[in-house]
């Protein structure tokens, strides 16, 4: 965002004398200044051309152990902790660097500019910008592997052989403005420069540059002792080998323990299903027997109420009979003859029905 700030200003700015070259030749431009060095901060990384490959994944280059031999670089292997991977920054620093600068500037054609390379009669300006940064704490650095490594590396090799410990990516916009000559029309971005008028209609171009930290083998075994670093680790290793070992036995015994309580407890399940067979098929028995007292219950149920429906008729029957004892000398007879005579009797025993109605009579039942 800082630098998209500066350059729209910065085109805002040379606008009107854009303006003013078109129309005329003979109009007085602000001159520039051109060849501001680079800050001292920046000249003092560490650039190699070889990594350029890494623009994209500093992170990847970090913890990589590389051999410089002249101009030629080449990554040899990878040294990080498995779970201590780099720490990444973005970076949200304003522009580094911001300068017009011509074939005669020092660091033309340099690598830490992107190799950037000035023709006469032509002016670039270059805008710097650190905008990633990642680096590896020191204990994130595996030191023991390193020096089993560098075990059976030649001492010629070592001198050569460099740890990346950080590295920086850098933005590299540049754009060319080419001097006007005679009566050519001018256009772009204008200004001049000892009296001479340079312009241009080009964008920025962008590039990018990796610079790195690094520390070389020798110093890097020197800072930690090799023997001490691969003796410790080998009683570590045998202390962690005996350790694993009496976890092992602790283990085994744990194990049979735990195997006679299964044995045990599949016994008790086998006795227990053993007599839950033999209670099975005594419950089968019961329930068999009981079936059959449910059904001589449920027959002599029937019988009861059989017995208690005659019983409640007999009762009644009984109760009627009684009742016509008791009312025996109650009952009426009364006889009537055809000539409307009327003879009254409390029982037929006295005079049988048939004889009276021989007798002419018509007999009728009256009860009270």
Same mark, same amino acid.
């Given at each position: 965002?800082?630098?998209?700030?500066?350059?729209?200003?910065?085109?805002?700015?040379?606008?009107?004398?854009?303006?003013?070259?078109?129309?005329?030749?003979?109009?007085?431009?602000?001159?520039?200044?051109?060849?501001?060095?680079?800050?001292?901060?920046?000249?003092?990384?560490?650039?190699?051309?070889?990594?350029?490959?890494?623009?994209?994944?500093?992170?990847?280059?970090?913890?990589?152990?590389?051999?410089?031999?002249?101009?030629?670089?080449?990554?040899?292997?990878?040294?990080?902790?498995?779970?201590?991977?780099?720490?990444?920054?973005?970076?949200?620093?304003?522009?580094?660097?911001?300068?017009?600068?011509?074939?005669?500037?020092?660091?033309?054609?340099?690598?830490?500019?992107?190799?950037?390379?000035?023709?006469?009669?032509?002016?670039?300006?270059?805008?710097?910008?650190?905008?990633?940064?990642?680096?590896?704490?020191?204990?994130?650095?595996?030191?023991?592997?390193?020096?089993?490594?560098?075990?059976?590396?030649?001492?010629?090799?070592?001198?050569?052989?460099?740890?990346?410990?950080?590295?920086?990516?850098?933005?590299?916009?540049?754009?060319?403005?080419?001097?006007?000559?005679?009566?050519?029309?001018?256009?772009?971005?204008?200004?001049?420069?000892?009296?001479?008028?340079?312009?241009?209609?080009?964008?920025?171009?962008?590039?990018?540059?990796?610079?790195?930290?690094?520390?070389?083998?020798?110093?890097?075994?020197?800072?930690?002792?090799?023997?001490?670093?691969?003796?410790?680790?080998?009683?570590?290793?045998?202390?962690?080998?005996?350790?694993?070992?009496?976890?092992?036995?602790?283990?085994?015994?744990?194990?049979?323990?735990?195997?006679?309580?299964?044995?045990?407890?599949?016994?008790?399940?086998?006795?227990?299903?053993?007599? @839950?067979?033999?209670?099975?098929? /005594?419950?089968? *028995? +019961?329930?068999?027997?009981? #079936?059959? &007292? =449910?059904?001589?219950?449920? %027959?002599?149920?029937?019988? @009861?109420?059989?017995?208690?429906? /005659?019983?409640? *008729? +007999?009762?009644?029957?009984? #109760?009627? &009979? =009684?009742?016509?004892?008791? %009312?025996?000398?109650?009952?009426?007879?009364?006889?009537?003859? /055809?000539?409307?005579?009327?003879?009254?009797?409390?029982?037929?025993?006295?005079?049988?029905?048939?004889?009276?109605?021989?007798?002419?009579?018509?007999?009728?039942?009256?009860?009270?």
């Amino acid at each position: 965002m800082p630098t998209r700030i500066f350059l729209a200003a910065f085109l805002l700015s040379f606008s009107c004398q854009t303006l003013l070259a078109q129309s005329s030749r003979k109009i007085k431009l602000t001159p520039v200044t051109v060849g501001f060095d680079l800050p001292e901060s920046y000249k003092q990384r560490t650039f190699i051309k070889g990594l350029a490959g890494f623009v994209n994944k500093i992170d990847q280059l970090v913890g990589a152990m590389i051999l410089v031999d002249g101009n030629k670089t080449t990554v040899l292997t990878r040294f990080v902790k498995q779970d201590k991977p780099p720490v990444v920054t973005a970076s949200t620093s304003d522009v580094i660097y911001n300068s017009k600068i011509d074939s005669k500037f020092k660091f033309n054609g340099a690598y830490s500019i992107a190799s950037t390379k000035i023709e006469k009669d032509n002016i670039y300006e270059i805008i710097l910008t650190d905008v990633g940064y990642a680096f590896l704490p020191e204990d994130y650095i595996p030191y023991l592997e390193i020096c089993r490594a560098a075990t059976n590396v030649a001492p010629e090799t070592r001198a050569k052989t460099f740890y990346v410990r950080s590295a920086k990516l850098t933005t590299v916009y540049t754009r060319a403005f080419q001097k006007a000559m005679g009566n050519t029309e001018i256009s772009g971005v204008v200004f001049s420069v000892g009296g001479e008028v340079y312009n241009t209609t080009d964008q920025f171009k962008l590039d990018y540059v990796v610079s790195v930290d690094l520390v070389s083998l020798e110093k890097l075994l020197s800072l930690h002792n090799c023997n001490d670093l691969i003796n410790n680790e080998e009683i570590a290793r045998r202390d962690k080998a005996e350790k694993a070992r009496l976890e092992a036995m602790r283990a085994d015994e744990e194990k049979k323990a735990r195997e006679q309580e299964a044995q045990y407890a599949k016994n008790q399940v086998e006795e227990l299903r053993k007599t @839950l067979s033999e209670s099975l098929v /005594r419950t089968v *028995e +019961m329930q068999c027997q009981l #079936q059959e &007292a =449910q059904e001589r219950e449920r %027959n002599a149920l029937d019988q @009861l109420q059989s017995a208690i429906k /005659r019983a409640d *008729e +007999m009762t009644a029957k009984a #109760q009627v &009979a =009684q009742q016509n004892v008791e %009312n025996k000398e109650e009952i009426i007879l009364t006889f009537k003859s /055809r000539e409307g005579k009327v003879l009254e009797i409390k029982s037929l025993e006295e005079l049988s029905e048939e004889k009276l109605r021989e007798l002419g009579f018509d007999v009728e039942i009256l009860k009270r």
